[in-house]
């Protein structure tokens, strides 16, 4: 008589589970056989697939003696689940996380808690303070779990200086405006006191140097529109060159 662990239940995303056999000093040699099995015991449910299986093991000693056995192993579903990798939401303003399930019967968490309105729902509402990664673990009824993250990007608002000194020193030689860089798609333009522009670009991944078409503009106050774009309305002002 030859004994073998039994196994199972399993989800479908478990690691293998090696069968253990107990020869109990017989010599000789053991053979598992079934779906998802190795002839030496090592069941992979994510090879197997979803179900019920039949795992046989025949055990031969050197006298040429059998001695065989099954058992069954069940394998159970884990949840589908879809979650986008990352979402952009405006600093103050709040985003509902987009995950989506196709059973029911299921609990869910969220981590990290912080800027959420719920944890434990499929669908909360996120309103960090700054990007974080949120995790979402489903369970099923059966104890079967699958996770996803998703990563939420918070747009700052732009902090606008009114003036900078582009005179050759390395100190505030150009208007450089804070968090503008996160708005791929921001554009910036600045005029001078006629309404002529001296000054556009898109992104605005080369702070301005106070030049007009390589010629420094003198001093004085000018004036701009920036469109950050990604849903934050556009905003005007002015900045003055010191010299």
Same mark, same amino acid.
Request: hydrophobic fraction near 35%.
């Given at each position: #008589?030859?004994?073998?662990?039994?196994?199972?239940?399993?989800?479908?995303?478990?690691?293998? #589970?090696?069968? #253990?056999?107990?020869?109990?000093?017989?010599?000789?040699?053991?053979?598992?056989?079934?779906?998802?099995?190795?002839? @030496?015991?090592?069941?992979?449910?994510?090879?197997?697939? #979803?179900?019920?299986?039949?795992?046989?093991?025949?055990?031969?000693?050197?006298?040429?003696?059998?001695?065989?056995?099954?058992?069954?192993?069940?394998?159970?579903?884990?949840?589908?689940? @879809?979650?986008?990798? *990352?979402?952009?939401?405006?600093?103050?303003?709040?985003?509902?996380?987009?995950?989506?399930?196709?059973?029911?019967?299921?609990?869910?968490?969220?981590?990290?808690?912080?800027?959420?309105?719920?944890?434990?729902?499929?669908? +909360?509402? $996120?309103? =960090?303070?700054?990007?974080?990664?949120?995790?979402?673990?489903? @369970?099923?009824?059966?104890?079967?779990?699958?996770? $996803?993250?998703?990563?939420?990007?918070?747009?700052?608002? +732009?902090?606008? +200086?009114?003036?900078?000194?582009?005179?050759? *020193?390395?100190?505030?030689?150009?208007?450089?405006?804070?968090?503008?860089?996160?708005?791929?798609?921001?554009?910036?333009?600045?005029?001078?006191?006629?309404?002529?522009?001296?000054?556009?670009?898109?992104?605005?991944?080369? =702070?301005? *140097?106070?030049?007009?078409?390589?010629?420094?503009? +003198?001093?004085?106050?000018?004036?701009?529109?920036?469109?950050?774009?990604?849903?934050?309305?556009?905003?005007?002002?002015?900045?003055?060159?010191?010299?």
């Amino acid at each position: #008589v030859v004994t073998v662990s039994s196994i199972g239940p399993l989800c479908q995303t478990d690691q293998p #589970v090696q069968i #253990v056999q107990n020869t109990n000093g017989f010599i000789g040699r053991g053979v598992f056989t079934g779906t998802g099995v190795s002839s @030496t015991g090592l069941f992979d449910p994510s090879v197997s697939g #979803v179900g019920t299986f039949t795992i046989n093991y025949v055990f031969t000693d050197q006298n040429g003696c059998t001695y065989s056995t099954n058992q069954q192993v069940i394998v159970n579903p884990v949840p589908a689940l @879809t979650l986008i990798p *990352d979402i952009v939401v405006l600093e103050g303003g709040q985003v509902t996380l987009p995950a989506k399930v196709t059973t029911d019967s299921l609990t869910y968490q969220w981590t990290p808690s912080t800027g959420l309105d719920h944890d434990n729902i499929l669908n +909360p509402i $996120a309103s =960090p303070n700054g990007n974080t990664i949120y995790k979402l673990v489903v @369970t099923n009824a059966l104890g079967c779990s699958v996770a $996803a993250e998703i990563s939420v990007i918070v747009l700052k608002y +732009p902090v606008i +200086p009114n003036a900078f000194t582009p005179n050759g *020193d390395g100190i505030n030689d150009a208007w450089n405006i804070q968090y503008l860089n996160e708005y791929p798609n921001g554009t910036v333009n600045i005029f001078n006191r006629y309404g002529e522009k001296v000054f556009s670009e898109n992104g605005y991944g080369t =702070p301005w *140097d106070g030049k007009y078409h390589g010629s420094d503009l +003198p001093q004085g106050t000018y004036y701009y529109i920036i469109n950050p774009g990604s849903g934050r309305k556009a905003m005007s002002g002015s900045v003055t060159i010191i010299r």
